[in-house]
T-cell receptor
Framework: NAGVTQTPKFQVLKTGQSMTLQCAQD?????MYWYRQDPGMGLRLIYY???????DKGEVPNGYNVSRLNKREFSLRLESAAPSQTSVYFC?????????????FGPGTRLTVL | AQRVTQPEKLLSVFKGAPVELKCNYS??????LFWYVQYSRQRLQLLLR??SRESIKGFTADLNKGETSFHLKKPFAQEEDSAMYYC????????????FGSGTRLLVRP
């Protein structure tokens, strides 16, 4: 099992450009999450999908959109990138059934917006 | 408001010394608390959770509801413990989303 995979690993954008970050998991997990990691601020939740067909805003959703394409895939889109969106983006997934609530993380995408 | 506070950005200790990484939380209810760890060039991964009440890699953490704390402790630090440690909280709603603290970098010197 590959676990949680993310593409691309690195990306440089110019202000105003758009891009989509891809995430996929092969663990049959119900829930998926997008976080951004900034120095001194830890991980902040951007959007999440508690189950296939649903998405909800997290702590910092402005400037982003998401799509839960199917149970495996959850993409994050930046419509018009801004320098403030320079960050490392992590996708995660979890089973969310019973008492199990461990989130499994992808390797991250390092995004720089010039 | 739900919040997780890790007051130390950096904690530097010598090998063999005791370690305590502090975590305080704010939540109206009974949350689930976790410690996640990110070693250099590796993915963020779960270290331990309070409901398991187990010791992982020599680390333990006790949930103190009175002080709303979940400090991570290890009696004798090892160089391989050097990493970024995040305390996280999950509410008991159906989303299972996590709220992370800002993280503490642990540096264990030889």
């Amino acid at each position: 099992n590959a676990g949680v995979t993310q593409t691309p690993k690195f990306q440089v954008l110019k202000t105003g450009q758009s891009m989509t970050l891809q995430c996929a998991q092969d663990m049959n997990h119900n829930s998926m999450y997008w976080y951004r990691q900034d120095p001194g601020m830890g991980l902040r939740l951007i959007y999440y999908s508690a189950s296939e067909g649903t998405t909800d805003k997290g702590e910092v959703p402005n400037g982003y959109n998401v799509s839960r394409l199917n149970k495996r895939e959850f993409s994050l889109r930046l419509e018009s990138a801004a320098p403030s969106q320079t960050s490392v983006y992590f996708c995660a997934s979890s089973m969310t059934s019973g008492s199990v609530n461990e989130q499994f993380f992808g390797p991250g995408t390092r995004l720089t917006v010039l | 408001a739900q919040r997780v506070t890790q007051p130390e950005k950096l904690l530097s200790v010598f090998k063999g010394a005791p370690v305590e990484l502090k975590c305080n939380y704010s939540y109206s209810g009974s949350p689930e608390l976790f410690w996640y760890v990110q070693y250099s060039r590796q993915r963020l991964q779960l270290l331990l959770r309070h409901i398991s009440r187990e010791s992982i890699k020599g680390f333990t953490a006790d949930l103190n509801k009175g002080e709303t704390s979940f400090h991570l402790k290890k009696p004798f630090a090892q160089e391989e413990d050097s990493a970024m440690y995040y305390c996280a909280l999950s509410g008991m709603d159906s989303s299972y989303k996590l709220i992370f603290g800002s993280g503490t970098r642990l540096l264990v010197r030889p």
